[in-house]
């Protein structure tokens, strides 16, 4: 017994000490390379299964560093708001998000319910959840030359919006996604720009006109602050669903997918999002089959329908059954206020950063090289590894999904779930019409009324 406690004792310090001259060390990450809580002492002992894990090992020189980056699950985001319940899976259990909560390589997020969600992503990404949704947080990569993210979309409705280095035009409307408001996060709820008060016109104090302009304003000035402070480093997306993946760098993309049936996806236009130099780069669709490579340049500003097998897109038939979902994240300036805190305080040496070394030690993360259909360093090998495997394993993927929807409905259990309805923006976009206080008048020769023109008055008498 006592020789058994030596030689795990020994075996650890060995361990220790080929790690501490590795080349790589990962902030916050255990040196030791053993798994106590899951050792199994019949292997841990085994002298056959050790001889031939030292092979192996010693075929690698570097397998300390390349072990300790496998089982790096790099921070890919937080949490900016949850509305309900939002309960993010982790290995065998699930929690409960609240502002600020971090989001790791491997999560899940899924929208219980009548529940919505926003997420920021350590590039400056913001992602919007809508009910009943489900998205996959894969991974995300640092490189020389921009980032790469993957994520699954399981089901429902999401929008991913990749930061913009492009002011937004400085209009009177206000924000749509007023549901979160006030956000949790204080210092990025709405400010008021009213200074003087004309005590003729008190109703007029109501009127929030000017405060909107000056939320975009510092908006902008938050944006143009930041812009100093970061590389140019863009994003490249490898968005998945189960019938279609999405490419392409700085995408602004909302996707619909259905489970058992048709997706639907718009890579919105700059200009309707409220950008004023911003570029739009059409992004590329992959499609599903075994053996099928082809590819579809996706059209800006129109919606797509994704047939169930994913083998065809083409323009949606009614596309204004989105639009009053589509609406809600049209103008989150609130959230996109969030959104540059978040981004000075967490995300800006992943711009800056060029040493593998100091990215390690300092932020916890691996730096990765860059894309390039020339280039071969790991990101694009990256790359080509999971158009294939990611191919090839949604393929199969589909075929348990229709044959799970059949089952449903041959037990005549309520299918309501895979089909699209206003569970997805009923509540949030109700919330938003009772925000918007009116006060157009009707034509008519009867006496007009306070209650008809007078915010001030309406207020002090009880009048919603």
Known sequence: MKISIFLIFLTQLLLSSALAGSDIYFKDQKHSLTRWDTLDPDDWMNFGFWRKARRLKDQQPKWETILQEKRLREIMGRVIECKGDCRLFRGRGFNNVTFRSSVREGDELLTIGDSYAWIYLMDGTIIRVSPDSSLTFKEFNIGTKEFFV???????????????????????????????????????????????????????????????????????????????????????????????????????????????????????????????????????????????????????????????????????????????GELLSKRPYSIMVAREYFMEKFSIPFFNITDPDEMALKQGYRLWGKLGSDSKDDMQRRLNYLHEYTRRIETSNLLAANQFKKKVEKRGDDTRRFEYSNRFYKTAFNYYIRRNESSSLESSDREILNSTTKKLWKRMHGIR
């Not at 919105?268 to 075994?290: L, M, N, P």
């Not at 053996?291 to 797509?304: A, P, S, Y």
């Open 150 to 324: 993957h994520i699954r979309v399981n089901a429902g409705n999401v929008v991913y919006m990749n930061r913009s280095r492009s002011p937004m035009k400085e209009v009177t409307d206000r924000e749509t996604d007023q549901y979160f408001l006030p956000l949790t996060f204080y210092e990025a709820n709405p400010v008021s720009g009213k200074t003087n008060i004309d005590e003729d016109n008190l109703f007029e104090m109501l009127d929030e006109t000017d405060n909107y302009l000056a939320n975009i304003k510092r908006l902008n000035g938050m944006i143009a602050k930041n812009n100093e402070k970061i590389s140019d480093k863009k994003t490249y997306n490898f968005l998945v669903m189960p019938n279609g993946t999405m490419t392409g760098y700085d995408l602004n993309v909302e996707v619909i997918v259905l489970l058992g049936n048709k997706s639907y996806i718009k890579q919105r236009d700059s200009t309707w999002q409220g950008y004023t130099k911003q570029k739009d780069e059409s992004g590329v669709f992959y499609f599903r089959g075994f053996e099928n490579k082809q590819t579809f340049g996706v059209d800006i500003g129109v919606w797509q329908e994704i047939d169930v097998s994913g083998r065809s897109i083409l323009p949606a038939p009614k596309p204004e059954k989105f639009s009053f």
